[in-house]
């Protein structure tokens, strides 16, 4: 085998080391429910059901925001809870989400998933996933409130289902999910919050 | 309500009449499991896993592939399944996955489904899947070249799978999907044709 070759087979067994390791977050279950109520969604389909989003509702985009750097956002942006698991917008009364202990457990899986691929791959996909959690940039604004809105649709189509789970109330809704959304899509926070109001006024 | 925000609301109202709709590929199961054996895959999550292979196996694809272009693809690719159902690629000796009487259903499903969006995005949508299912432009050979290739890592990761079910030879394996996989990605496939070895040889 040349150099080259073993070179390119050992690429391989990274790239699929990481895409094996992925299939994992199949198996990640979620608050939200899938539109019919029939089960609660996983991550997996859950980031597929995201990025569709994404090619549907560009328009709903600010200008200059580049979709396909947000699909592909998107497509990463759970893959840390094949380690940490999901944690509801809504769970222990908001505290849990976006604390820092779960940020420090989302870096270090982040370290163990994304070093799983060649070093160049490790280095983009972090850094793309990292560019999502820092939601800065037009790109992560506009895929945060798209990840944001998607199970407020969910609950909208299931009669309730995490708002009743978790009691939350309109201002809670506002400002846990509202604000995000409204902070890349305005228009389609609108429009969508006056949708809820047969559930909170 | 301004005639602008009439038509706005209108188009929200479309978009979501789609993405709530696709959520229902969720629930259309396939017949390859999950890399650790323990259920079958769907085909939403199945359309996320490939999304991520497009973004990870960028380097096999042959040069002037747009990889942004095949991720949109595969995130389309299956949707026709909400009305038809997943058609096993080993199923009925073969002869069930692309006849004529399963791509008119197909075709009639794109109708319903892709036809829920506003017509711009139903034409460029519909575009999109026709240009997959056609499998004649680059980036389509690359995005059915890792649609063909998931499940054979799947059935590798979890001892067999499919190939069991359907009593699947090298000769099949060879001709209805290592053709397909090789005409995209064929350094891929030599790879990934070395480690069936073990089943077949």
Known sequence: ???????????????????????????VLRATTLVDGSRVEN??????????????????????????????M?????????????????????????????????????????????????????????????AETPDAVFAKSLDRVQPVMANLMSGGGTWTTYNVTAEQLDSRVGVKVARGAPALWAWVRGKTQAYFG
């Open 1 to 27: 085998m040349r150099v080259s070759e073993a070179a390119q087979t050992h690429r391989l067994e990274q790239q699929f080391a990481f895409l094996n390791e992925a299939d994992r977050l199949k198996s």
């Open 43 to 72: 991550s997996g389909e859950h980031s597929w059901h995201l990025a569709l989003y994404a090619l549907v509702l560009a328009d709903q985009a600010r200008p200059g925001v580049q979709i396909d750097r947000v699909i592909r």
């Open 74 to 134: 998107l497509l990463l942006h759970d893959l840390v809870e094949i380690d940490v698991g999901d944690v509801p917008i809504h769970s222990a009364n908001g505290a849990a989400h976006g604390s820092a202990e779960t940020q420090a457990a989302e870096s270090k899986a982040a370290d163990r998933i994304f070093g799983l691929l060649p070093n160049d791959l490790r280095d983009d996909l972090r850094a793309l996933w990292e560019e999502f959690e820092a």
